[in-house]
C-alpha cells in the first residue's frame, strides 16, 4: 500500500496498472491451485518420509500463497478507488 501520498501523472495508466495487476493475480491463484491439487493428487505416491516432507512444505507454501492473494486483492480494490475518485475529480 501507498504511503500517506499517492503522485498520478495519468489515471488511465493507472487503470492499466490495476487490470495488469488483476490479470497477474489470476494467473497465480491458477497456479498455485494447479499446485496444490497436483499435490493432493498424488495420494499413495506420498509413501516415503522425504516426500511426506515436500507436500507439507508444498501445502504449506500454497497456503501462504493464499494469504498474498488476499493482500493483492486489497491492493486492486484500493487501485479501483483510487481511479473512482480520479475520474470524479
Not at 39 to 45: A, D, L
Request: aromatic share 6%; hydrophobic share 40%.
Amino acid at each position: 500500500m501507498a504511503g500517506a501520498r499517492v503522485l498520478v501523472h495519468d489515471v488511465d495508466s493507472l487503470e492499466l496498472f490495476m487490470e495488469t495487476l488483476q490479470v497477474k493475480r489470476d494467473e497465480l491463484e491458477a497456479l498455485y491451485d494447479i499446485l496444490g491439487s497436483e499435490t493432493t493428487n498424488q495420494g499413495e505416491n506420498w509413501q516415503d518420509p522425504q516426500y511426506e516432507h515436500l507436500k507439507g512444505l508444498i501445502q504449506a507454501y500454497c497456503s501462504s500463497c493464499n494469504s498474498l492473494l488476499l493482500d493483492l486483492d486489497e491492493s486492486i480494490e484500493y487501485i479501483g478507488c483510487l481511479i473512482a475518485k480520479l475520474r470524479d475529480i
